[in-house]
């Protein structure tokens, strides 16, 4: 694991004036796929990725849409919440798994496994009975999601060079978006015409079509390398991470007692303090203590899990103030927080010639700035009672932030270690994205609740439900309104702070030179075959 710091330089080797056909067209010929290679197969791999990925982004927010008529179906509701956390886990304590199994038993093997778990777990989930089943089920959707995008990451890293990998993650982070945009329009429709168990159908044509290209087209590097994937490293983070989530998250069982939470932390700790300690002795670590004290790639992961808190935070909080404190419905809220999505896709666009040419360390710094304007406007939004279309113009700021952060964070990271760790590198940063998300909103929560928890009038369900709200006496809903929008300001000065400290951290990154690898993974390996 080697770089070269000093005056940070543009990154790119291949003429940025190319558009992607001629773009694809020299990488096949001369510095990409050789003569042991196919553009053809290239571009197979990369759309069978693409489908793989919609599998994986498209699943929550359809699902999210059909869960209160599948409430209503199978009963249960003091189980809700737990539909959703488990998934949220099982996907969270498997990312790291998955990233060293694709360093050790190679890349195909382990994202059509995880393609076949995700699928198992959606035909399980379609057929479930009760509740106890269908989060079960879920659980297993969750341990098949949890090896997709890192793995789809991954192997982007492996057959693109840096350069052309910054074009094709723009166009990934567009497809992305997309998808997770059409999420709900498609949960609704397909609820109110075929049923909530076609929720589950509805991805498995994409995971079908991607696993035929990816068998058919993708072959795996044949270097012999470690086949040791750390199971107690492995068990240990996952209790760590099950733990915390838990102890953060708003899911224990009915009646549960102060026992409930003193036996999570207990368990935390002792979790914690094994992992440390086998970490530091293990000779192939699923999380390497060199990777937190590197400074690309520990920059990277502490800087994911910040820009993880802010962006489920937001998703998860602004909905919150738009419709318990300034009384809009469901469509209000989510035309506030859509455009975010959709700058969030734009920006990818954006963030791929300013990788290239500025280097990863500007291009994360000018994300972080941005993230932190909006945050700033949506604190002064909330103080100053912003028209919604103010809101959602500062939020939208956000979005264009995001785009630079992540894909910033990324490819620092991947550029940074050689073939054998790429799994492994790619895999924790995703962890460390969304195990700080999980982890930050149900802080925030926890600090939320408190805060609203003796001074509101109404509650919470009267004022999300239009047709309760109406119900409340005027001087009531105004000052149950008023409680939330005081709260939910210390909870937007949280997400401002963690936002500066995105800011703080990418300023780490040391100045680089990116490694000039004329093709990533030897790509025409990859693609022969």
Same mark, same amino acid.
């Given at each position: ?127 479930? +009975? ?10 297993? +959707? ?66 079908? @079509? ?60 002792? *979790? ?50 738009? +419709? ?33 040419? @500025? ?22 939004? *909330? ?30 990271? +991947? ?115």
């Amino acid at each position: 694991m080697s770089m070269d710091c000093g005056e940070e330089i543009p990154v790119s080797t291949v003429d940025p004036k190319l558009g992607p056909t001629e773009l694809f067209h020299e990488v096949a010929t001369g510095t990409g796929l050789g003569t042991a290679g196919s553009l053809v197969d290239r571009r197979f791999v990369t759309a069978a990725l693409m489908l793989v990925m919609v599998l994986a982004s498209m699943e929550q927010t359809v699902t999210s849409t059909a869960m209160p008529t599948i409430i209503g179906k199978l009963k249960g509701i003091e189980h809700y919440s737990w539909v959703a956390s488990i998934y949220l886990l099982a996907c969270t304590i498997s990312m790291p798994i998955y990233g060293r199994l694709a360093d050790t038993l190679g890349r195909r093997i382990v994202i059509l496994c995880a393609i076949g778990v995700f699928a198992t777990g959606s035909l399980l989930a379609s057929s479930a +009975q009760t509740m106890t089943q269908l989060i079960i089920f879920r659980g297993i +959707q969750g341990l098949g999601a949890g090896g997709i995008m890192p793995v789809v990451l991954t192997i982007l890293g492996d057959i693109y060079t840096l350069e052309e990998r910054a074009r094709v993650q723009g166009l990934f982070s567009a497809v992305w978006g997309t998808s997770s945009l059409a999420g709900p329009a498609l949960g609704a429709l397909l609820v109110r015409t075929l049923g909530w168990r076609s929720i589950f159908y509805v991805n498995l044509p994409f995971g079908l @079509l991607g696993m035929i290209a990816l068998i058919w087209k993708y072959r795996d590097r044949g270097d012999k390398h470690s086949t040791d994937i750390d199971l107690p490293g492995a068990i240990s983070l996952g209790l760590l991470c099950m733990s915390l989530l838990l102890l953060v998250g708003d899911v224990a069982p009915a009646g549960a007692g102060f026992w409930w939470p003193l036996s999570l932390g207990l368990a935390a700790a002792i *979790a914690g303090i094994y992992f440390v300690r086998h970490e530091r002795r293990t000779a192939n670590p699923i999380l390497p203590p060199n990777f937190l004290t590197h400074p690309v790639i520990g920059t990277s992961l502490m800087g994911s899990m910040l820009m993880g808190i802010c962006f489920l935070s937001l998703d998860t909080f602004v909905p919150l103030y738009v +419709q318990g404190g300034r009384g809009g419905g469901a469509i209000g809220s989510a035309s506030v927080v859509t455009p975010v999505m959709l700058t969030w896709a734009l920006s990818g666009i954006v963030a791929a010639p300013m990788v290239v040419h @500025l280097g990863f360390r500007r291009t994360a710094t000018f994300g972080t700035l941005m993230i932190t304007t909006g945050f700033t406007g949506l604190l002064l939004a *909330a103080i100053f009672s912003f028209s919604p279309w103010m809101l959602t113009a500062v939020l939208a700021i956000t979005g264009f932030g995001f785009g630079p952060t992540s894909m910033s964070y990324l490819l620092s990271a +991947q550029e940074t270690v050689e073939w054998k760790q790429r799994g492994l590198v790619t895999s924790n940063v995703m962890f460390m994205r969304t195990a700080g998300g999980a982890l930050g909103i149900g802080a925030l929560g926890g600090l939320f609740t408190r805060l609203i928890s003796s001074n509101l009038a109404a509650t919470p369900q009267q004022l999300l439900d239009p047709s309760l709200r109406k119900q409340i006496p005027q001087h009531m809903l105004a000052a149950s309104q008023l409680v939330v929008c005081h709260a939910l300001l210390w909870v937007f000065l949280a997400m401002l702070a963690a936002a500066v400290m995105g800011i703080l951290v990418t300023r780490r990154i040391p100045a680089r030179k990116a490694a000039r690898r004329p093709l990533a993974m030897h790509a025409a390996e990859a693609m022969a075959g």
